[in-house]
Structures are given as C-alpha cells and as structure tokens.
C-alpha cells in the first residue's frame, strides 16, 4: 500500500470528472462521438494547415485519417460505434463539383460511399451502437433536404427515405439502436413549407410523430435514450419568443405530460446534445454569457456546470457535451486561449458489492486516471468532511473516515476487500472515494448490509 497523503499536493476541488488530453491530438477539431465497450473508439475532424475539416478516427489514442472520396477532399466523422465503424461525410467530385457525400468506414473495406436515391449529396450523422443500422441527411435535387436511414449488416443497401409530410423538409440528427432484433429509433426535425421546424421522431410506437413542443414552433430533438422501452427518452430544443434556445426532455411513450423544461446555467439558453435515462447533457450559457457544458439531472432536477467538477487545467474550458454513451463516457468542446479542441472524460465511479454483513464485501473504484493513489471514506450520515492536508477537496459525508488507500492500475482502478461484522446487517453506510492528486471526488454510493 503507498501512503496516500504523504504523495499528494494541490489545491483542490471537489469533482468526479477525468477530462484527457486536448483530442488525443495535435491540432484545433472537435471530437463529435467517444465510446468504449472493448476498445475505446472516437472520432470528429481535425483542421490541416489549410483550415479544412479533416476526418479522423481514433482507437485507444491511436489516430486514422479517414481520408476522403477525392484526393485533397475534407471530411469528418459524426459517429462511431464500439467496434470503431464510422459514419460521416467525405468530399466527393460529382459532374465536376465538390459535394459532401455520406460514408461508412470500417478497418476492411475503408470508406464506403452510402448510395442515396435521387439525391445531390448528404451526411450520416449516427450509427447503431453493433452497425446494423445508420441515419443522416440528403438534399434532394430540388435542394430540399431529407432523412433516411440506411442498413448495413449484413451489407451496405441503399439508404431509405424516411416519412415525410409532402411538400416538408426532414433532417436526422439523432439514432439510437442497440442491436439488430431492437428497434431503431431516429430523433431530428421536420420542416413545415414555411420554414418552421418541429421537433420529430422515427421508429417510435406512432411511426413518424411530431412532438408538441412550446414557444415559436421551432423545435427539434438532438438525444435518445432506450430502444423501443418503458424508459425511451429523448431531448432537444425549441426557440422561446426572444429566439432563444430552451432545452427539454420527455418520455416517448406519454411526450406531453412528461415534458419537462431545462433551466440554464444562469443565462439566456440551454442547448442539450445527448442524454441516457435520467440524465441530459449539453451546453448552456452561464450569468458571464458563457457556454458551459452541462450535465442535468431528470429525477433530481438538478442543473450542475461540469467545469465545477471535471479535472482541467486553469486555463481550459467545457463548453459543450458533444456525446454521451453508456453514461460513463462523453465528448466534449473545450476552449483553450480561444482555440477550439474536443477532449474526452470518463466519470470517475465507485461500487460496493456484495452487501452481505459478516462477510468480505469489495470497494470498487473505477474510470479513473491510472498510477493515483485513492482512498474509500465511509460515514453514516451527509454532510461534508476535509480531506486532511488539501484546502477545498470535500467528501460529502459527515465525520467520514478512511476505510482502505491503495493505487490505481493501468485501467484505472482499483478494489479493496474487506470484512463486514456479523453486527452490521441493517446498518446503512455512505462510501466516497477521493483522488486528492486529481481533485476527484465520486458521488457518495449509499448501502444497507443485510
């Protein structure tokens, strides 16, 4: 066991974020999708020399460049699913012009154009979470705009309109599928031959459904949550009468008496991108006028700054929460000196199992930077207790006491096995573990040994 406090000075915070390094890579982009299942996949565009969108696909750190349908082309990737399949659009030379042209890459074939009927270009903006599916936008030849979803497995086919009023316009911003015996889902908009936007989903017990939504009419859905279930949930936005963007969320199945309103972070809008069950993520503008990315909290009704909780340096700021998946996992926008990057974070995570009284019981900590020295603090009640030696690191339980210290490993983790007395059934106990070295505090993990 290393001694936990006699390796550690900082200054502190209490947060349970990890934020890595600016995209895992050299130059401005934006990481638009970060997952891990075996592998941990990204992927989004970087900016050449030039300023042009480069698409890029990352595995365990590792950079690809995906390249594009003409030589010089730019490109970017939208999504990315846990076996590091991509979707996204490539420049392709069409009758002499340069047009965004939707493609699907894997390691075996490379990219893969997805043949669109009677269109002029497109993009795919999301992929099911094991590739049987994918979805995205085409312009038509009039230069209107339609989703379509497309399969993949066992072959790539010819993408399929989905349902459209006659004469409006559709765009797929959002998919959600888990395997292929679940159903698919597609989130996004449909455009009225006025131009106003509503909010739309694909898949989903009515088929193509428009959802009320408040304000101007102007609405769309950019988060799903669940597949064909009773806790199918989706998010998006609407403007209010001053043009400002207004967040929600709602259940799929009842949409309008489970519509629920999203506060800002003290500003003008809230915009969010993702969510998973009970939770909505995004960016909102703060009382300074600054986009700050955003995790809320369904059941709690809780509005928090992750900026207040994720581990970065002084000078970088989250401003945006670009993708969420398993709810361990996001993509972000961060600004450094002006500039933007994408970044991705892992929410630090603890769990205590089995909960049996007069038996060994396991404290697992996990999702955290590796090589850190971590410690389990118990109490019995909420409150807030120093960590001893750091200013500002607080664990969130009264009178709390060490229970075990140790290191992370190369994964990130770290378990210690103790002995429950026989005495403690029915006993409830609040476990934290903290990271001093990295200022990460996880959420308080309440038991009750039986």
Not at 300 to 326: H, I
Request: proline share 6%; with cysteine.
């Amino acid at each position: 066991m290393l001694s936990l406090f006699a390796l550690l000075f900082a200054p502190a915070i209490q947060q349970d974020l990890f934020v890595q390094p600016t995209s895992q890579a050299p130059s401005s982009g934006r990481v638009m999708q970060y997952i891990a299942y075996v592998d941990a996949f990204s992927t989004g565009w970087e900016l050449d020399s030039q300023g042009r969108e480069q698409g890029m696909r990352y595995k365990n750190g590792i950079a690809l460049d995906l390249g594009a349908f003409v030589p010089g082309g730019a490109s970017a990737g939208l999504g990315v699913n846990v076996g590091g399949q991509v979707v996204g659009w490539a420049e392709d030379l069409v009758q002499g012009v340069q047009l965004r042209r939707p493609f699907f890459f894997d390691d075996q074939n490379g990219l893969q154009l997805i043949d669109l009927p009677q269109s002029s270009e497109g993009w795919a903006t999301g992929i099911a979470i094991f590739g049987h599916t994918a979805a995205g936008t085409m312009r038509r030849a009039d230069g209107s705009l339609q989703a379509w979803y497309v399969e993949l497995w066992p072959m790539i086919s010819q993408a399929v309109p989905l349902s459209t009023p006659a004469g409006w316009e559709s765009e797929a911003l959002v998919m959600k599928q888990d395997n292929g015996s679940s159903p698919m889902l597609v989130g996004g908009l449909v455009r009225d031959p006025s131009g106003r936007e509503f909010a739309a989903v694909w898949g989903g017990p009515n088929g193509m459904e428009i959802l009320s939504t408040p304000g101007t009419g102007n609405a769309r859905l950019t988060g799903l949550s669940g597949s064909e279930h009773s806790w199918d949930k989706a998010c998006g936005y609407f403007l209010d009468a001053s043009g400002h963007e207004q967040g929600f969320a709602l259940e799929l199945n009842d949409p309008v008496n489970s519509f629920v309103a999203l506060p800002s972070l003290g500003g003008s809008w809230t915009r969010p991108t993702c969510m998973d069950r009970w939770f909505v993520w995004g960016a909102s503008e703060n009382s300074q006028g600054q986009s700050r990315a955003f995790e809320f909290t369904l059941d709690g009704q809780a509005m928090e700054d992750l900026n207040d909780r994720a581990n970065t340096p002084p000078a970088v700021a989250l401003t945006q929460v670009t993708s969420s998946e398993f709810g361990q996992i996001h993509s972000y926008d961060i600004e450094v000196n002006g500039v933007q990057y994408g970044a991705v974070s892992q929410r630090v995570g603890m769990t205590a199992w089995p909960l049996d009284s007069g038996a060994p019981t396991n404290l697992r900590m996990f999702s955290g930077p590796e090589g850190s020295p971590v410690a389990f603090m118990f109490g019995f009640t909420a409150g807030s207790t120093s960590v001893n030696g750091f200013p500002g690191l607080f664990v969130d339980i009264a009178q709390a006491k060490m229970a075990a210290r140790g290191q992370t490993d190369s994964t990130g983790s770290f378990t210690q096995t103790l002995q429950v007395p026989a005495g403690a059934a029915g006993l409830t106990v609040l476990i934290q573990a903290v990271m001093p070295s990295h200022s990460i505090t996880t959420s308080v993990t309440t038991v009750t040994f039986e």
